[in-house]
């Protein structure tokens, strides 16, 4: 489901993800109507408009994070730097893109989202982290925390990052989902971060995915 203030982008994102063969688009909507059209179409992913006139994105977020069965939301923004992206992550978004990315890469963004991977525009979250130098815990403390982690989570962290999910990590470095899912939640505990999302953004700032210098290796193997 698509939701956006604007006819054109709702538009041009359906015509966009209709074209590929696994993708339903079941509903597309301004921000007004987007909680109730949840209700009653039951999307598995919803990309929202962060910045609506009617009700702006994070309202809605909020909205529909409370329902019994939450959809996954990923963030629309036109900026690089929106100021809203980081309270949308903290408020459950799994993730964010710009409306300009290429509509050949859509399709795949919407399916890394649908099994529960993490999304993120790396050209956003860079500027995201420029533009707000308070936001993130102190860097000594971060490099800390990173410190603690295995070369392993290390692995899995990056591998998050890149928005995979756990049966695609287990699949790549040849582990069971479950032993995944617990090196996940090892993460997130050392981290002492509550999603995927924000240990992806910390791996970007730290400069894990190639942006920086890797961090050396940790404690154990």
């Given at each position: 489901?698509?939701?956006?203030?604007?006819?054109?982008?709702?538009?041009?994102f359906e015509l966009i993800l209709s074209a590929a063969d696994d993708i339903e688009v079941v509903a597309?909507?301004?921000g007004a109507e987007a909680v109730d059209t949840v209700r009653r179409k039951s999307p598995d992913v919803v990309l929202l408009d962060i910045r609506m006139p009617d009700v702006d994105g994070l309202t809605v977020l909020r909205r529909l994070r409370v329902l019994p069965q939450p959809p996954v939301v990923a963030m629309l923004t036109t900026f690089d730097?929106?100021?809203?992206?980081?309270?949308?992550?903290?408020?459950?978004a799994a993730g964010f893109l710009l409306k300009d990315t290429e509509p050949d890469q859509l399709a795949q963004l919407v399916r890394t989202l649908a099994v529960g991977g993490v999304?993120?525009?790396?050209?956003?979250?860079?500027?995201?982290?420029?533009s707000h130098p308070g936001v993130a815990t102190a860097d000594a403390?971060?490099?800390?925390?990173l410190g603690m982690l295995t070369e392993r989570e290390c692995e899995v962290l990056v591998l998050i990052a890149e928005g995979l999910?756990?049966?695609d990590i287990g699949t790549r470095i040849h582990l069971s989902a479950g032993t995944v899912k617990d090196h996940v939640s090892a993460i997130l505990t050392k981290l002492r971060v509550s999603s995927r999302v924000q240990a992806a953004l910390l791996a970007q700032r730290a400069g894990l995915l190639g942006?920086?210098?890797r961090r050396s290796s940790g404690s154990g193997q």
């Open positions: 489901m698509v939701v956006d203030d604007e006819a054109l982008v709702r538009s041009g597309t909507t301004a730097a929106d100021e809203y992206i980081l309270s949308a992550l903290r408020s459950g999304v993120m525009s790396p050209k956003a979250s860079r500027a995201v982290w420029q403390i971060e490099a800390r925390r999910s756990n049966a942006d920086g210098p």
